[in-house]
């Protein structure tokens, strides 16, 4: 199943991506589609036959269950401008849900790159592996795109981004998290502050971005880049989808069969890429064509 391939990105959206870290938001529903959407997405999960895994705290890779995630991960507006920054050839390894409740609170500070999480249970081996040079500037193999199903503004907090930053390493994804669940200040019980390179740093707040959204918008953005989120202090639950892209060059799970987070666990067996644009000329990853209920993923096309 092919789509026309939508519009890219400007030249200085890309060099803005680039230099910041980040680039958006940009328009991809109507705040009633994005309703509309959502509001289907969570029936499809809830009747899904079959589920990737059982838990209900590790919310990842629902695309590969639910039909309209699945058009959501390949949708050309978002496929576009993420091949803008990657090239052609682009697989979507993972995506996960992000509810925030009224009165829940913010997550704090931290930048990934092959994604070593987890808590101090797990080894730390990275779910990602890159075959190519890193220290490339210009060279871009990951994208992330978070999409927002609802009002995201600094009330309902919205992500928060400190441009530039994605150049040094503030943060040492290597250690280990410690899952505290009486810990009400940050993310599942995680503090991010244990990861500091330097735990007297802090960012120098005229220079942090608030990404407010309307439902419906999405921005892209390189997870190395330090991004956070506001608390929800209004009365409404804000929703957000995110969508994780990867060159094919990159090698996804390999040595890594289960995840241990937010006090869950999950097996990766279920686990395959999705091809949303070009080809795959490497074979590193296992790829899925249809979803698990057999709904075949659409593929955005050279032909615009």
């Known amino acids: 199943m092919t789509q026309t391939y939508s519009p890219a990105l400007t030249e ?21 589609e994005a309703q509309q959407v959502w509001g289907k997405a969570m029936i499809e999960m ?25 058009r959501h991960i390949a949708h050309p507006e978002i496929v ?11 697989l979507c390894w993972k995506s996960n849900i992000f509810q925030k409740k009224p009165g829940d609170a913010g997550t704090g500070w931290h930048q990934v790159e092959k994604y070593i999480v987890g ?34 503004g600094k009330e309902q907090g919205c992500l928060r981004f400190l441009p530039g930053s994605q150049r040094q390493w503030f943060y040492d994804e290597e250690r280990r998290l410690t899952k505290r669940p009486e810990l009400k200040t940050d993310f599942f019980g995680y503090d991010y502050s244990e990861l500091q390179v330097d735990p007297a740093w802090s960012p120098e707040q005229e220079r942090v971005v608030d990404m407010e959204m309307a439902p419906g918008q999405f921005v892209l953005f390189v997870e190395k880049c330090v991004h956070g989120s506001l608390p929800n202090t209004s009365q409404e639950t804000r929703l957000g989808y995110a969508s994780r892209y990867v060159s094919p060059t990159v090698k996804v799970y390999e040595h890594v069969d289960r995840l241990v987070e937010f006090g ?21 990853n296992r790829l899925a064509e249809r979803n698990l209920n057999g709904f075949e993923f659409p593929k955005v096309s050279d032909a615009g």
């Open 46 to 70: 809830a009747l899904s036959k079959n589920k990737p895994h059982n838990s209900n705290i590790i919310n990842y890779d629902r695309h590969l269950d639910c039909d309209t995630l699945s």
């Open 119 to 152: 808590e101090t249970t797990t080894a730390a081996t990275p779910s990602l592996a890159f075959t190519e040079d890193r220290d490339d500037p210009e060279i871009v193999m990951d994208v992330s795109v978070w999409t927002a199903f609802s009002a995201a």
């Open 12 to 32: 200085a959206e890309v060099r803005s991506f680039k230099e910041n870290g980040f680039v958006g938001p940009f328009d991809l529903y109507s705040p009633e």
């Open 80 to 90: 576009g401008r993420v091949r803008s920054l990657m090239g052609p050839d682009v």
């Open 264 to 284: 869950d666990e999950i097996n990766l067996d279920y686990h395959s890429c999705v091809l949303v644009a070009g080809a795959d000329r490497y074979g590193y």
